[in-house]
């Protein structure tokens, strides 16, 4: 079955995290991460939820939970009790530390995973203990990189220096392809990204060759996105 990642290394990634986190906070029954992905969904959260089933068949020792999130508003997901709770974002900046604070402490959250920086999540990974950043996009060179129309686009140094605050102090960093890490070294050549590339390494099965006459048109279908950040080099 192809995978959106290799999800033995990510799980990898997060069980690093948690062990140091059970060293520093004492040990733990049960952990759960909490991936923290956007509110209009798609591929990442398609990526997100695969690493969630991937470990459902790996382990019981560790839960997953989403935090869909908005520009104001957040909804936390937890498939396992079929639950959902609606938050509303802290408009204030001296009310974040409390609202991160109070949210891992009610719903247990040992570790977050987000997969996107925006004004919103930087401000919130702010305010975390333990969490890794997966870039799954140029998002992180500029706040507004995909209002703009060029291949690349200009960079803001302004949202660079908001997103290193939170980029050195993760766990760990990742990104899908070998050009989005050397964009990332670019801007922050004193910070680690790993690559660790979409599919799986295990081996897929061989499917019966499907012949098509000469009458009949071909049939062509656009799977994901395929631009060089997401592996497409």
Known sequence: MLRYARNDEIRGLAKNALSLHEFEFGSMITQTIMHIIPASGGGIERFARSISSSEASYSSARTHCFLHIGSSHAALEMPEQNRYALFELPKLEQKWPRFVAGLCASYEIDLLHCHVLTPVTVKLLANAIQFLISLHDVGFIA???????????TVDYFWLAKCRRV????????TPSNY??????????????????PGTAEPSE?????????????????????GPHKGGD
């Open 143 to 153: 706040s507004n990189a995909f209002e703009q129309t060029t291949p690349e686009p």
């Open 206 to 226: 061989a499917s019966a060759e499907i012949v098509r006459t000469t009458h009949q048109k071909p049939r062509i279908g656009i799977v994901g996105a395929i």
């Open 167 to 174: 980029l050195q102090r993760a766990r760990a960093i990742t």
């Open 180 to 197: 989005l890490q050397q964009l990332f070294q670019r801007h922050f050549p004193d910070l680690v990204a790993l690559v660790i590339e």
